[in-house]
């Protein structure tokens, strides 16, 4: 991979609002591949409220791979086709997994139109208040041709559904599974599971090569984390046999969550804080149960029992809403302290900063 200058074209875009003196800034990169080369490392610094923009004159057909790492957890990415602006449509968001977002920060996928594509790096909504600042590098490719179709989801586990519970299955007499530090074999071993044994289930993502893994934990020692392989989990009834239901947690008088002091699970649900959120589920306004796992920095799994009895999972990753156990598309906007998750047409739910963060 070769690493090329990128031409800047465009600096301070100023923006002003009503309520706030705040300057926004923009920075904007023609990116240009040499002959012969079709991907290049670029590198930068983004801090607080700014948008670091790289624009790339593309065509019909080719497919183009972006993946953006860097220390902050709380950057991503946005892709837009020609035409396409902030504010509007986009083709995908890197904190969204989908059609082409595989795993968090990950883009892949067959361009449709032909002419200039942006590629918007940015911090969250949180971050950006805070005043972060990070160093990134964003590898981006483009080829011609489709992309190799990913590996299929094991029976009963999809990219990005967590069943709160998972049994282990289908090794030979003998065997045991191997829990890693991380998504791929290429982690050390921290520990095995024996065939039958039920652990907890914190989320499952795909692999870079698309092989599904879920991050686990034994029921016994929450604190003791790492990595399975989906195929040889399958959801599974809470140890006991009692049903993967929220708990009946009774809300305070104003409506908040049941929780206690330094993040502790409440009694006998598995969750750091249950009770009940503001949510609307076909048009009708709805006061849905719900219970939250907080995994730190914004960064849980948000249990909602629907006014059918419907268990809705919603995972976030640096408060903001990644992926879901519905089938439709997922989509966050900030209300103040609150985000607004969207799921499909059908279902609206108010998360508060508190559930995802804490007090």
Same mark, same amino acid.
Request: charged letters at 15%; one cysteine or more; aromatic letters at 6%.
């Given at each position: ?76 990415? #946005? ?21 082409? #977002? ?199 799994? #948000? ?57």
């Amino acid at each position: 991979m070769t690493r090329l200058a990128v031409l800047p074209l465009l600096f301070a875009l100023l923006f002003s609002a009503a309520s706030s003196a705040q300057v926004l800034e923009s920075r904007t990169y023609g990116v240009r591949f040499a002959p012969g080369q079709s991907a290049m490392t670029l590198s930068n610094e983004i801090a607080g409220a700014e948008t670091v923009v790289y624009r790339l004159t593309t065509r019909s057909g080719q497919t183009m791979k972006a993946s953006l790492t860097g220390a902050s957890a709380s950057m991503y990415f #946005v892709v837009y086709g020609p035409g396409q602006m902030p504010g509007g449509r986009s083709i995908a968001s890197s904190d969204r997994t989908g059609a082409f #977002v595989p795993s968090r920060n990950r883009f892949e996928g067959r361009l449709q139109a032909s002419g200039d594509h942006r590629i918007e790096v940015r911090l969250t909504p949180q971050a950006a208040a805070r005043g972060e600042r990070a160093v990134f590098s964003l590898a981006v490719s483009v080829t011609d041709g489709a992309p190799r179709p990913p590996e299929a989801a094991p029976p009963g586990v999809a990219p990005g559904f967590a069943a709160p519970y998972v049994r282990v299955t289908g090794l030979k007499s003998g065997d045991s599974l191997n829990v890693r530090g991380g998504p791929s074999t290429g982690f050390a071993v921290r520990y095995t599971l024996r065939n039958g044994e039920i652990v907890r289930n914190l989320g499952c993502t795909p692999e870079v090569g698309g092989a599904i893994w879920c991050r686990v934990h034994r029921i016994s020692d929450p604190g003791n984390q790492g990595w399975a392989s989906a195929r040889y989990l399958t959801p599974s009834k809470a140890p006991g046999g009692g049903a993967t239901q929220l708990p009946g947690a009774v809300p305070d008088p104003g409506g908040g969550a049941t929780q206690l002091p330094g993040d502790a699970l409440v009694p006998a649900t598995g969750y750091n804080a249950t009770g009940v959120l503001a949510c609307t589920i076909s048009g009708r306004a709805n006061d849905c149960r719900f219970g939250v796992v907080r995994r730190g920095g914004g960064t849980a799994s #948000v249990d909602i029992t629907m006014p059918d009895g419907t268990l809705r999972r919603i995972e976030f990753s640096v408060g903001r809403p990644v992926s879901s156990n519905s089938r439709a598309g997922i989509f966050g906007e900030w209300a103040g302290r609150d985000v607004i998750v969207s799921i499909g047409t059908t279902e609206r739910y108010v998360v508060t900063d508190a559930m995802l963060f804490g007090g």
